[in-house]
T-cell receptor, first 114, second 113 residues
Framework: AQSVTQLGSHVSVSEGALVLLRCNYS??????LFWYVQYPNQGLQLLLKYTSAATLVKGINGFEAEFKKSETSFHLTKPSAHMSDAAEYFCAVSEGNAGNMLTFGGGTRLMVKP | DTAVSQTPKYLVTQMGNDKSIKCEQN?????MYWYKQDSKKFLKIMFSYNNKELIINETVPNRFSPKSPDKAHLNLHINSLELGDSAVYFCASSLQGGVYGYTFGSGTRLTVV
């Protein structure tokens, strides 16, 4: 069975500071890993995905994430936060089988202070 | 050209009513899903259909019944609505087990009063 844990339901950073959102996963097979962003009252937008190619994955809006198998982690980072990054971020895992579902972590609310 | 579209976007209804939410994808994906997002933003899978065949049916009250007339459509019908059904329901689709990612609709906010 697959599962995801996001450490920190709320993270607050100052504008221009480093953003680090933590994600640890559990999977019985090599996983596919995703980060999604949800702005208020909107749907889920894919930020980036890891599907067994390069372990450092670059996504949209300057975000990137590194797959570390030994730590079962897939933390999301951005060097410099913008006010527009304030949103809910979800880490998710899939085992990649036909029809396999995406399992989400509990989400992290990112707040950016001026 | 919306990739995954859901209707309606908002749904307010009384307890005991029956309602449906429709979902359509134009991406050529082979699998479609329904997710429920509760008031604490937690996202949980409800159902999954692969090429019109039900393959995931999580512990969901049998008042919820999905229907997939073809692989581009997955509708959700809910009977005898209860207050606890109030949530945001997201439709999603994927191809080949999600290797290329999962695409989500914009959600349907259901409020039961």
């Amino acid at each position: 069975a697959q599962s995801v844990t996001q450490l920190g339901s709320h993270v607050s950073v100052s504008e221009g500071a480093l953003v680090l959102l933590r994600c640890n996963y559990s999977s019985s097979v090599p996983p596919y890993l995703f980060w999604y962003v949800q702005y208020p009252n909107q749907g889920l937008q894919l930020l980036l995905k890891y599907t067994s190619a390069a372990t450092l994955v670059k996504g949209i809006n300057g975000f990137e994430a590194e797959f570390k198998k030994s730590e079962t982690s897939f933390h999301l980072t951005k060097p410099s936060a913008h006010m527009s990054d304030a949103a809910e971020y979800f880490c998710a895992v899939s085992e990649g089988n036909a029809g396999n579902m995406l399992t989400f972590g509990g989400g992290t609310r990112l707040m950016v202070k001026p | 050209d919306t990739a995954v579209s859901q209707t309606p976007k908002y749904l307010v209804t009384q307890m005991g009513n029956d309602k449906s939410i429709k979902c359509e994808q134009n991406l050529g994906h082979d699998t479609m899903y329904w997710y429920k997002q509760d008031s604490k933003k937690f996202l949980k899978i409800m159902f999954s259909y692969n090429n019109k065949e039900l393959i995931i049916n999580e512990t969901v009250p049998n008042r919820f019944s999905p229907k997939s007339p073809d692989k581009a459509h997955l509708n959700l019908h809910i009977n005898s609505l209860e207050l606890g059904d109030s949530a945001v329901y997201f439709c999603a689709s994927s191809l080949q087990g999600g290797v290329y990612g999962y695409t989500f609709g914009s959600g349907t906010r259901l409020t039961v009063v």
